[in-house]
């Protein structure tokens, strides 16, 4: 049997998603090693580039989530130093980490999500308070970067608005106002641009940081009941979403089903929660792929899309030679 190649699992970092990516850290460490990969892992608050050199890893596991970890900048660091990595490269996890970016280009694409305006750091009480008039009560209010339901609001209400803008600009300063979508939760796991099964998401009321994280709180349903034409459609819908965006390897698209069918996509994670309970292992393993081998899946991948990389630029350098 081929060795497996010494991986190096990035995890932690300074985010404010640091808690969430030490835990995913942790399960994929411990995946790999269950599944005989030697690991190093290397929390990045402390610096990665040397550790990983250093310790002759083949490949990097990026277990990171939020800032600095999913919005391109390490993939950046990581694609000039030659470093295979999983997932997507700089350019889409720097758009999907912004989501008036993500959700510019989905509306170019012919791809529902839904109606917004963005509120820049200038933008006055009054002018927000219009722009949420236009969309119409309730509205969503959400920072234009960043993940994990941080400084989310429902606003029902014009005398709401202004708490929950403050809320928002605690962390950004940008505000992202969006029209509410009534209806279902679903989250759409995806590998290789192929969508894994959708998994529902119940909880009672607003699917928030507390609900997500605090077990027992929501209710996963895994192949949810839709019509094949719904079905259909969502799963078109984040295959779009992932490739209008350009993903590569794992990532989520997270959409809301309104009560007609349609299904409107809110964003896609590049970086999706990587726990053994998490959604996207909680996808793979619907369609039989078990936790340690999507690990395993995740390597192989980024192993190949560097090899086809590396091999397109040395046949390009010998073309132009
Ligand atoms: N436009 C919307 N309509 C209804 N619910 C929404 C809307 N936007 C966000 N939500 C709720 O807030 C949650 C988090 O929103 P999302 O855009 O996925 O941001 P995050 O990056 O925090 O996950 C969603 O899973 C959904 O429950
Ligand atoms: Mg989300």
Same mark, same amino acid.
């Given at each position: 049997? $081929?060795? $497996? #190649? @010494?991986?190096?699992v990035?995890?932690? &970092?300074? !985010?404010?998603? @640091?808690?969430?990516?030490?835990? !995913?850290?942790?399960?994929?460490s =411990?995946?790999? /090693?269950s599944?005989?990969?030697d690991?190093?892992?290397? %929390?990045?608050r402390d610096?990665?580039?040397? #550790?990983?050199?250093?310790?002759?890893a083949e490949?990097a596991f990026?277990?990171l989530?939020g800032?600095f970890?999913?919005?391109? =900048?390490?993939q950046?660091?990581?694609?000039?130093a030659?470093?295979?990595?999983? &997932?997507? &490269?700089?350019r889409?996890? @720097?758009?999907?980490?912004? /989501?008036?970016?993500?959700?510019?280009?989905?509306i170019?694409?012919?791809?529902?999500?839904?109606?917004?305006?963005?509120a820049?750091?200038?933008?006055n009480?009054a002018?927000?308070?219009?722009?949420?008039?236009?969309?119409?009560?309730?509205?969503?209010?959400?920072?234009?970067s960043?993940g !994990?339901?941080l400084?989310?609001?429902?606003?029902?209400?014009?005398s709401?608005?202004?708490?929950?803008?403050? /809320?928002?600009r605690?962390? %950004?300063?940008?505000?992202?106002?969006e029209?509410?979508?009534?209806?279902?939760?679903?989250?759409?796991?995806?590998?290789?641009?192929?969508a894994?099964?959708?998994?529902?998401l119940?909880?009672?009321?607003?699917?928030d940081?507390?609900a997500?994280?605090?077990?027992?709180?929501?209710?996963?349903?895994? =192949? #949810?009941?839709?019509?094949? %034409?719904?079905?259909?459609?969502?799963?078109?819908?984040?295959?779009?979403?992932?490739?209008?965006?350009g993903?590569?390897?794992?990532?989520r698209?997270?959409?809301?089903? %309104?009560d007609?069918?349609?299904?409107w996509?809110?964003?896609i994670?590049?970086?999706?929660g990587l726990t053994?309970?998490?959604?996207? #292992? /909680?996808?793979?393993?619907?369609?039989g792929?078990?936790f340690?081998?999507?690990?395993?899946?995740?390597? +192989? +991948?980024?192993? =190949?899309?560097h090899?086809?990389?590396? &091999?397109?630029?040395?046949?390009?350098?010998k073309?132009?030679?």
């Amino acid at each position: 049997m $081929k060795p $497996k #190649p @010494r991986t190096a699992v990035l995890y932690g &970092g300074d !985010s404010r998603e @640091r808690e969430i990516s030490r835990l !995913s850290g942790a399960a994929v460490s =411990q995946a790999l /090693k269950s599944s005989g990969f030697d690991v190093i892992d290397i %929390d990045v608050r402390d610096g990665f580039l040397e #550790p990983i050199i250093d310790s002759g890893a083949e490949v990097a596991f990026l277990a990171l989530h939020g800032e600095f970890g999913e919005d391109g =900048q390490i993939q950046a660091i990581l694609e000039e130093a030659r470093i295979p990595y999983t &997932g997507s &490269g700089p350019r889409a996890a @720097r758009i999907a980490m912004s /989501k008036p970016t993500t959700k510019r280009l989905l509306i170019e694409n012919g791809i529902a999500t839904p109606e917004f305006c963005l509120a820049g750091p200038a933008a006055n009480d009054a002018a927000i308070a219009r722009a949420a008039e236009e969309l119409g009560y309730p509205i969503v209010t959400k920072p234009s970067s960043d993940g !994990s339901s941080l400084g989310i609001s429902i606003v029902p209400a014009p005398s709401l608005l202004a708490d929950a803008v403050a /809320k928002v600009r605690e962390t %950004d300063a940008c505000v992202l106002l969006e029209r509410f979508i009534p209806g279902r939760e679903l989250t759409v796991g995806m590998f290789n641009g192929r969508a894994l099964p959708p998994i529902e998401l119940r909880c009672p009321g607003f699917y928030d940081f507390k609900a997500k994280y605090t077990s027992g709180r929501t209710e996963y349903i895994i =192949q #949810p009941e839709l019509t094949i %034409d719904v079905a259909n459609a969502l799963e078109q819908a984040a295959v779009e979403t992932y490739a209008c965006v350009g993903c590569a390897g794992v990532a989520r698209v997270d959409v809301r089903l %309104d009560d007609s069918g349609v299904p409107w996509i809110l964003e896609i994670n590049t970086i999706p929660g990587l726990t053994a309970t998490s959604l996207v #292992p /909680k996808a793979a393993r619907a369609a039989g792929i078990e936790f340690a081998r999507l690990c395993e899946m995740m390597i +192989d +991948d980024a192993l =190949q899309r560097h090899q086809t990389v590396t &091999g397109e630029a040395i046949a390009r350098k010998k073309a132009s030679a």
